[in-house]
């Protein structure tokens, strides 16, 4: 949790930690490690999502002043199955209002690199904590540039996958034919 504590005032870039959960999921890794139960290589691994992808009991905002206090009984279909990777979620990251741009009802969020500069696009967030090592990883998403333009402006890596090979149950969607889920952003 130090890594992403580290900044996020300074990037407008968390809209919520999830320390009670990260704190759990860690200890639920730790303990199949010693019983020797290996779920593979992001085992233990820490991570961020985009705030329009909702995990039960924590916010998610789309980044709108109007459901800044929403909270979704719902698993997201990539948190879900992350979950079962033993992968530790510590931070919902700020989208763009409504998943467009980055802007949101906080502020808007900063470029890692130059931090009077922003990075454009409603994944901003997940690109701008990975490319300042706040997190190994991040997962955002993609309609119409909205992982190809942060990621190139903070200089990180964001794999887009197939139209459908993620599922997208839970995530707030624009465009029901574009939208995707991203799998990684990577530094």
């Known amino acids: 949790m130090n890594g992403i504590k580290r900044y996020p005032h300074v990037l407008e870039a968390v809209v919520s930690f999830t320390e009670e959960l990260a704190y759990k999921q860690a200890n639920e890794a730790d303990e199949l490690l010693s019983r020797g139960e290996y779920l ?3 085992h233990g691994i820490s991570y961020g999502l985009k705030d329009i992808i909702s995990v039960p009991e924590y916010k998610t905002t789309w980044g709108s002043k109007t459901f800044k206090d929403q909270v979704l009984d719902i698993e997201a ?3 879900k199955r992350l979950k079962s990777y033993g992968v530790v979620l510590v931070a919902k990251l700020v ?3 409504l998943a467009y741009d980055d802007i949101w009802f ?5 470029n890692p690199w130059n931090i009077e500069e922003f990075s454009t696009g409603s994944s901003v967030s997940p690109a701008a904590c990975t490319s300042a090592g706040m997190l190994p990883f991040a997962i955002g998403s993609e309609t119409v540039g909205s992982m190809t333009l ?3 402006r903070c200089g990180v890596t964001a794999l887009r996958p197939t139209f459908g090979l ?4 839970g995530v707030m969607s624009i465009l029901e034919s574009l939208g995707t889920v991203l799998l990684p952003f990577l530094s």
């Open 106 to 110: 906080g502020g808007r969020t900063r």
């Open 95 to 97: 989208s763009g209002s």
């Open 166 to 169: 993620v599922g997208r149950t």
């Open 150 to 152: 942060p990621a190139s």
């Open 77 to 79: 279909w990539v948190y």
């Open 40 to 42: 593979g290589p992001l």
